[in-house]
């Protein structure tokens, strides 16, 4: 049997089908070969993923980027498939920090977990390409009020005006309620992880900063391009602006991994 994890919710603390447990939904989970609760994915992915729960598990799932199989009873079921989708998913989160909605795009246009072949060896020939961390294009998309994003996000109010008052979100008034991309939410949200550590909206002045200089250096580069009227010109401006900002968002991980390191020796 699989050690429970933790939940509040007695309902989530289910059994690993793949091990000792009775099986729920007789000769039809039989034939699922490895099928997990999500308890047990939980537990799986534990190791790589320090911070995952149940709660977070569920919320992808609300966000319709998981689709796990219910039995009679409501107990969710993953697949091996499943779980590969949500360690896909966490790695775009850890390592590109790309919003949720553009893990939706990825993995509609069909992007898994494999790594691509490295420049150089068998299979490949075409040179590295660096994907887009983030989208530069405005792509209009669901709002959400200053009460749903401190319900997700679990962030103090007194924080998201900080972050306000720092000009790190903005918002958008309407009808006089203030709301929130998706981005300003993953903003938010990355922000309140940071306070648990005693960061406040004042510190985060080294980010905001970081980011201007870097969009006004690639502006710089591109600007002629950028400005231009000719449609097609203008687009592929924007696709190397893209993929300049992933090389640059790719270096400063690096950099910031070989000091971290440092500190740790």
């Not at 993953?78 to 795009?105: G, K």
Request: charged content about 30%.
């Amino acid at each position: 049997m699989a050690t429970p994890v933790t939940s509040s919710d007695p309902a989530e603390l289910e059994l690993d089908l793949a091990g000792e447990g009775p099986a729920i939904d007789g000769g039809a989970v039989a034939k699922r070969q490895k099928s997990l609760t999500i308890g047990a994915v939980c537990k799986a992915l534990a190791q790589e993923f320090p911070d995952i729960s149940i709660s977070k598990i569920r919320y992808l799932e609300d966000q319709k980027l998981l689709t796990p199989r219910r039995t009679p009873g409501g107990y969710r079921l993953y697949t091996q498939a499943d779980v590969a989708r949500l360690r896909t998913i966490l790695r775009m989160q850890r390592d590109e920090f790309l919003p949720l909605r553009v893990i939706r795009q990825e993995l509609a246009a069909g992007r898994s977990g494999e790594l691509a072949p490295a420049p150089g060896r068998v299979g490949s020939e075409r040179p590295r390409a660096w994907r887009p961390s983030v989208s530069v294009r405005t792509v209009p998309g669901a709002l959400y009020s200053m009460d749903d994003v401190l319900e997700e996000t679990k962030a103090d109010a007194k924080l998201v005006r900080e972050l306000e008052e720092y000009g790190v979100v903005k918002g958008e008034m309407r009808g006089g309620v203030r709301y929130f991309d998706e981005t300003e939410r993953e903003i938010i949200a990355a922000v309140a992880e940071l306070a648990r550590y005693g960061v406040g909206g004042r510190n985060l002045r080294v980010f905001r900063s970081s980011a201007d200089r870097e969009a006004n250096l690639l502006q710089q580069i591109l600007s002629p391009a950028l400005r231009s009227r000719n449609p097609q010109r203008r687009k592929e401006a924007v696709d190397a602006l893209e993929n300049l900002a992933a090389v640059a968002t790719h270096l400063k991980h690096l950099l910031l991994i070989r000091d971290l390191r440092k500190i740790v020796r």
